[in-house]
């Protein structure tokens, strides 16, 4: 039997590659390079639109707990971000276009499966066991069909951060350390603000012009928290900014020997230290207007920008009441859907959905049981929040410690805390993978 999966992003590309590996023949469905959505420069697979860090890399974290989880799964995904990593502190950053060129090359050159660069209008026209991982950007047919066969969808808005060339970052008004003392201190390039450059910039901020969404519903745009625009963040109040993501908590400038007033870092973004991404600064203002804003930065008032800032639309199903907890549709096991239309929120958290959908779909191929992942795990705590149908107001969910099963004693030290969950996840993982030979 072969198997269709529908879109090569991260969750698609990851299924595929589960699938493909348990000996299933895989079509994989892509619109690239034929059609492209607003967010998509390349016409490679697994692009990253947004930022190309893939957050903590710490056992203990969450973001770390669920990427150790997709290694002892053999995560195509996450071994390819292990070889193009750049540094970040105490992240795992990658250079984006060797991630990307590295996932196509291991898709395209495996036996099983099948690239078919053709876009899927309509769901009723594929045969057999099918995967849908066409993503927060899925064309409007395809959106269309889904929400014919649901009922509807929701959408909300999300947001990318502009890059610089680093070459173009004034030194002499900057300086690199990391926060916390977590990873090199050359990880990040920290440009300062005093309090008188501040709030011009702040003022700026708000009155600037933003640029129209054309295509999109803007009545009532939700955007989502863990990626709302720096402007919007603005207008929620004085210093708003500056206790969120230019909190200057954890550095010292060293030409000053003291705290500064706010503080924008810059993270490298590929593996030659050339381009970097403006942390936490996702926008949706016009290009020019970007350009004269945030070159009121004194470490980026010659800046070249060459990725500006984009704003876009994400859509997403009501998962609870439609999906199970092992990404099929309860009331049609052989279509699973997985990535971030499922309503699990960042890179690797859409992986990962990919990731459990390939094996369940490969399991349902040869007749065996699908399998959801042990509630110990982040994993399986994803898969239970998305498929828990006493949610009734759902909304994208990351990896996070609160979705977890409780520890069984209450530990009050927060590091502690979290090793134990780690601990716990990892050991629970390893025997549910030698239950089931996963």
């Known amino acids: 039997m072969t198997i269709n999966v529908i879109g090569a992003g991260l969750a698609g590309c990851e299924a595929a590659w589960q699938a493909a590996k348990r000996g299933t023949r895989v079509r994989l469905f892509e619109m690239k390079p034929k059609k492209k959505t607003p967010a998509h ?6 692009e990253l639109v947004c930022s190309n860090s893939l957050k903590a890399s710490r056992f203990s974290s969450a973001a770390g707990m669920l990427k150790q989880e997709m290694r002892m799964l053999d995560s195509l995904l996450v071994s390819c971000a292990d070889k193009c990593a750049v540094p ?15 996932v196509t090359e291991r898709i395209k050159s495996h036996k099983n499966i099948e690239l078919i660069c053709e876009e899927v209008t309509d769901l009723d026209k594929l045969e057999g066991i099918t995967v849908v991982a066409t993503g927060p950007l899925t064309s409007e047919p395809l959106a269309e069909c889904i929400k014919k066969i649901f009922g509807g969808a929701l959408s909300f808005f999300d947001a990318a951060a502009p890059i610089v060339t680093a070459e173009s970052i004034d030194m002499d008004c900057a300086f690199t350390a990391s926060r916390y003392d977590r990873g090199g201190e050359d990880d990040y390039i920290n440009c300062p603000m005093n309090k008188e450059e501040f709030e011009r910039f702040e003022q700026e901020l708000i009155n600037a012009e933003r640029a129209p969404l054309h295509d999109f519903d803007v009545s009532d745009p939700k955007v989502y928290e863990g990626c709302m625009p720096i402007e919007i963040m603005a207008h929620r109040g004085k210093d708003a900014i500056r206790f969120g993501p230019m909190k ?21 973004e590929n593996a030659a230290g050339t381009l970097y991404n403006l942390v936490g600064f996702q926008t949706n203002l016009k290009f020019a207007e970007q350009r004269r804003v945030f070159s009121m930065i004194p470490a980026l008032k010659n800046a070249e920008i060459v990725r500006y800032g984009v704003m876009h639309r994400n859509t997403f199903i009501d998962s609870p009441r439609i999906l199970s907890s092992d990404f099929s549709v309860r009331e049609n096991g052989g279509l699973f859907f997985a990535g971030q239309m499922t309503g699990v929120e960042g890179y690797m958290e859409s992986a990962s959905s990919g990731l459990i959908a390939g094996i369940n779909a490969a399991r349902l191929a040869v007749g065996e049981n699908t399998v959801t992942l042990p509630r110990e795990t982040m994993i399986g705590s994803l898969s239970r929040y998305i498929s828990d149908e006493s949610v009734k107001k759902f ?43 996963i």
């Open 248 to 268: 200057p908590v954890g550095l010292r400038d060293p030409k000053t020997g003291r705290r500064p007033w706010a503080v924008l870092q810059l993270r490298r």
């Open 395 to 437: 909304q994208p969910m990351g990896a996070n410690l609160g979705i977890m099963m409780p520890l069984e004693e209450a530990v009050r030290d927060k590091k502690i805390r979290a090793e134990k969950y780690s601990e716990r996840s990892f050991a629970a993982l390893r025997k549910f993978i030698n239950d089931n030979g």
């Open 41 to 46: 420069k390349s016409d490679a697979l697994a």
């Open 88 to 102: 970040a502190g105490g992240a795992l950053a990658v250079d984006r276009d060797i991630f990307s060129s590295s």
